[in-house]
């Protein structure tokens, strides 16, 4: 595991540079960030079990290697609408708490690493569900990269949430 | 966390719990100067090693604790509050080590209110202290000996009371600190003088004049099972242990006055804890090895994969036939089992380790109770899963409480019943088959069913009736329900009513069962009933909706195949699935209805499997729509964000990698009526009453009819209980009737007496047999009682069968048969009722649509089918079409082929020929006669003699009786 933050120092000591890694996922066309050192694996959703009456947000349960992995779906937990049917899901590994999570996203990016300086905190615009979800964006050329809080997103009151 | 605190942490987690253990033991055995030295040594090292760490807070605590402790060594008398107050330091400094713990930093605070309070004590008088001791507790000196040999040591008691019954004497201590002891009390037969029994001890040989061998010695007297303290680490037991290996004699090495351990006091524990022998000794040490739990953990995991994984290749070689694989998987599976026992076996610990606190428990709620509680611990070292030893903890520390609480009276009431004064709580843990059992038994007062009975019923739980029928078991089920408590007072300890049901639910989340045994005035048992292992089960694999889900095994009954049509097929009862299974009602859930899987409600599907499953006394069916085979499942548990489902209770993967979902039977039984709860005591009371009809007891309708006589009918017979309206009941013909349920229902007075009233309410008992109703008029509805009938004086009247004892009272039962007839003439008189489907069929043939509409329904009320044919053609051609025709009744006067020719024509036929046929004609006249003889037509009637018809029908049916 990367430390999440690599210090460059310039030869000639100018100020340090921090940079930041994440992993970048897709819904649709907004990019999302996580940190790095949260993403154990990256795979491809497949023979997911339906959980009965599970929140909206669960979509069920996925066998990784022998582990049973729940498996969130990220656009429910940030309230977009589902994709269309028949579109293969990827799952980005998560952990937290000691329990391993499968988030499940449109597609998988790559691996970006950013410098601190371009890290903001979220517009003001932002739905205020996702200013909660998120540890603020990074400016890329043309577009914003929104930073998840992996705890955040991984931490809801399931038994309120219940169907 | 450093690797340093963390070691810190989980040693002196440790020590703290010894040092609670050793100082209630302490207490009770003052004189003990090894267990006081152990204590000593113990909070020494921690107050050391804080220092060396540098945590003030509890380097503070420990010594001031230390600084008392050391006055116990010098002489200083053992009070109940010294002791009390040091316990009480101890907390303190497991408060702030559990705060280290979480934040790796001490809490800010102050403890400057017990390291006062232990200084102030250290510093008194030591006969001050004395003079000031709390009232009622024994405070033993320390007797500070020198090596004499007669020495005071304390009472080995009589078998029932503490090795603390003693007191000291108010002599003064001798110049060496000598204080002699007496027994408070006067020796019971049987006892032995303490001074002979010091003797007999200090004559006995120890271990350090025989090789090695830890003696048993021969002390008269046996104390019960003294609270095991030490965990299974040997490096911390081996040096505590010094203690009751040197309870043989004194070991001279160390400091020249020695005080006697009490001798038999040790023995037992000598013999539990056989590893722990002294450093000095010889004895052999049990190896025992100090493991992360985590790396325990791990293997388990890593066992449980292993087991997944062999059950995969199991399920390939089951597909493919080839024999190559099958030895060696034979093999691995044999291999895999074992591995699996073994591993489990790492996680076994003695049930001892969850008591550990218990005694600390009783001891402070004796004294904040102020009554005198002996805790008896048996089977400490029956050993259990530690996952399983984890969620029992709780709940058995609540019940113990409760049992000091709510069932110990105290000291005064206890010798009003004739009890000796100390109540006793006892704990007796045991293997049985596949569970452990735990009993919790205490000798207080038992469960006070009168309060709970009314309790149950003003909290709405049940009626009073039920209460009625209900057993003792049943009612002292209730207090496992939520809010439950018939504490008056809700004390700081229990009363709240939130902890029964929590201890209940706790418990059968891992699959065990409590049960109740109480008797009023002599005490009650807890039986608690765990399976031993958790983690891999047998289960069956069913589908719904095409989805795969696990049941245990444990708790599948048994397997029903149903379908529309079978012998076994689900009925309706007000739109609930039920099914008829052995005489016995099955209330039926459908798994996918519940879980709300797609296309379940487009399909409700009464046909596919019933998984038969019992939860507590409550038997339901759970549907579903395949069932494929069994399989060894590793239960993994729910993930926290799904674990409020309460269908489930863990997930796992199957042999080919699916994940399937594992159903809670607890969580369906809830669907089936409002909760296990509620509906066991409605389960129990059917199960009663069947109980009840095997000494054949009769539910009964009791009412009042005609003066203050009871009266009772079998409910049975009973359709409804009705109140109408008497301003309703008209009058027609003389007879009193009323409109019910969209028809004309007669109404008989119960009683000659009775006078039906004209308006107001009226009671009336609804007798309906088919079509026909009766409403039997009464003065009151009394009750409904279940009750063995035994009819004793047949009257002589027809309208009572006799008259019976009914809850002790003189009832007269009624004879229903002679009331129908008084509302329908017919009914019970001619043809009987029959059921449809046994009804015979009648062709009835006239040519007259009159006559037929006036004869159908005469013959339908009589309890036939009824055909009817305009002509003989017609009636021709229904014979040879339906063929169940049992009888023709036809009209002999119809024009053109008149009924004769029909006739005729019928007995041309041969399987026809001995069919019954009765001729109706309105004129009878000799030549007609004749010709019936010829025909072997059976009856002549009259058209318009509707019961002559009726009555011929019948005979004819008689006849073919009598040909057959």
Redesign the interface.
Known sequence: MMAANVNDAGRDGRAVQEYEEFVTVMLGDQMFGLPIDRVHDVFIAS?L???????RE?M????LR?R?V?AMCLRRRLGLPDRDEGAQDMAVGLER?G?SYGLLVDSVGEVMKLSTETHEASPVHMDQAWVKLSRGVHRLDGRLLIILDVDAVLA?D??SR?? | MDDLLREFLTETGEHLDTVDVELVRFEQDPNNETILRNIFRLVHTIKGTCGFLGLPRLEALAHAAETLMGKFRDGHPVTTDAVSLILQTLDRIKEIVAELERTAAEPEGEDQDLIGALDAMSNADPETLLASRSDGAQAPSRASVEAAPEMASEAAAAASSDAAAVAETDDAPAAGGFVFQQLERDLLPGEIPLDELERAFMEAPGPDDEEGVLEEIEAPVVMEGRVLGEPDEAPVAAEVAEAPAAAAAPVADDSPAESKPAPAAKKPEAKDNPGNAGAEQNVAKVQTIRVNVDTLEHLMTMVSELVLTRNQLLEIARREDDSGYKVPLQRLSHVTAELQEGVMKTRMQPIGTAWQKLPRVIRDLSSELGKKIELVMQGADTELDRQVLEVIKDPLTHMIRNSADHGIEDAEARRAAGKPERGTIRLNAYHEGGTITIEIADDGKGLNYDAISRKIVSQGLATEAEIERMSEAQMAKYIFHPGFSTANQVTAVSGRGVGMDVVKTNIELIGGTVEIRSEQGKGTVFTIKIPLTLAIVAALIVSAQDQRFAIPQVSVLELVRVKNGSDHQIERINGTPVLRLRDRLLPIVPIGKVLGLDGAEANPGDEGFVVVSQVGRQRFGILVDGVFHTEEIVVKPMATKLRHIPMFSGNTILGDGAVVLIIDPNGIAKMVGQGTGDNQFGVEAADEMEESNDNESTTLLVFRGGGETHKAVPLSLVTRLEEIDAAKIEWVGGRPLIQYRGKLMPLVPADPAIAIKSEGPQALVVFSDGERAMGLVVDEIVDIIDDVLDIELVADRPDLLGSAVLRGRATEIVNVVHYLPLAHEDWTSGAPVKNPKDARTVLLVDDSSFFREMLSPVLKAAGYRVITAAGTEQALAALNADRRVDAIVADVDMPGRDGFALIRAVRAQARLSRLPVIALSSAVTPEAIEEARKLDISEFIAKFDRSGLVAALAETEAQLGEAA
């Open positions: 023979s079990t339906t959980v009965p009456l599970a929140p669960i069920g349960l996925l066998n022998g049973v729940t708490n329990e809801f399931a038994e219940a169907a």
